[in-house]
């Protein structure tokens, strides 16, 4: 850490950095503070619109806002960094610019400075680079990253021109779509102005996990029985999924989620009804393999329902391979064989 602590910035009730713990923290670390982390919109899905006092604040200390790049698609063509006050920014390929998760994807991208920090930016010691002071040392071997990512976002890039905008209103607009459509089974957690989200949103399973038992974890399991990887679970939140559709989704494909999600969301009815056992019901048993219904069957609810519960799993069934973990230590009919946190420690 360099002689650095870190220091944890509170959220108002809507989500925003709470302004006044921002203030009196920044107060008491003085011309301490080196720098603040934001994301624009915010990983609680909403458009902080205090971003520019925000940014002030800790320039009026001396510090610096590095504003994080995971949610840079809700920003292109419509916004910069620079202009809402940060001073350095990371530009996300693996989100916005056509990268996938995985395979260098995730941390790959330019990094932009303002002018001042210009100076401070790594050089290489084989390909030169105008601009920074020559005696910086070289982040990585490569003098421009990953050769096998990069010119994937070029040519998108290059492609898309002018519609790179347009992108970024579709993923905005395919959040607000999902969130209206689901608000009423799960709560959206946060929203800003005119009760919109940014690009994702936080659906808050807590209320139905205090009512019937049922956890974010069974829900994104299930999920998995629907033919859909599992959104982000329990972040930035604990107990809630995020879910962030991006521009990538056809209208199609979004309302097939939703549609799998209300089906589960009736599912959990059953349970909270006790037309179901808390303990045995397609969402605690989830996800259902083809081993599950090649024994017998001695559950309170069918094999089709399991294994095909909508009309889509009906026609192209996505089979999971391996069946309900208890997380990090392993299934109780050893699939998965974790050894316990502790022994990391």
Avoid at 105 to 123: D, E, Q, S, T
Avoid at 188 to 215: F, Q
Avoid at 297 to 310: G, H, K, L, N
């Amino acid at each position: 850490m360099a002689g650095m602590r870190v220091v944890i910035v509170e959220c108002d009730e809507a989500g925003n950095v709470d302004l006044d713990d921002l203030k009196e923290k920044a107060a008491h670390a003085g011309d301490k503070l080196a720098c603040l982390m934001a994301t624009y919109p915010s990983t609680h899905g909403v458009y902080e619109e205090g971003i520019s006092e925000i940014c002030e604040v800790i320039h009026s200390h001396g510090g610096q806002v590095y504003m994080d790049g995971a949610n840079l698609n809700a920003q292109v063509g419509l916004a910069r960094p620079a202009d809402i006050g940060a001073d350095v920014s990371h530009m996300n390929l693996h989100k916005t610019f056509c990268i996938p998760h995985g395979g260098g994807g995730p941390g790959m991208g330019p990094i932009g400075v303002r002018a001042h920090l210009a100076p401070f930016v790594a050089n290489h010691p084989v390909v030169p680079i105008d601009g920074p002071l020559a005696q910086n040392g070289a982040v990585s071997a490569a003098p421009w990253g990953s050769a096998s990512i990069l010119p994937i976002s070029w040519m998108y890039i290059a492609m898309m021109g002018p519609q790179l905008a347009d992108a970024s209103e579709v993923a905005i607009l395919a959040a607000n779509y999902l969130a209206r459509h689901l608000s009423g089974a799960f709560p959206v957690l946060y929203t800003g102005r005119n009760e919109r989200v940014a690009h994702e949103c936080i659906l808050d399973l807590r209320p139905l996990k205090t009512l019937t038992g049922i956890s974010e974890e069974d829900v994104a399991k299930r999920l998995m029985d629907y033919g859909f990887h599992a959104p982000t679970m329990s972040f930035p939140v604990p107990g809630t999924l995020m879910v962030e559709p991006t521009e990538s989704e056809s209208k199609a494909e979004l309302d097939r989620f939703i549609g799998a999600m209300l089906s589960i969301r009736a599912e959990i009815t059953e349970v909270q009804n006790g037309n179901w056992p808390a303990e045995d019901n397609p969402l605690k048993r989830a996800p259902h393999t083809l081993a599950d219904i090649a024994g017998i069957w001695e559950r309170p609810y069918s094999i089709e329902q399991a294994v095909t519960p909508d009309a889509h799993t009906k026609a192209h069934k996505y089979w999971p391979v391996v069946n309900r973990v208890d997380n990090v230590y392993g299934d109780r009919n050893l699939f998965c064989a974790c050894v316990p946190l502790d022994e990391y420690r």
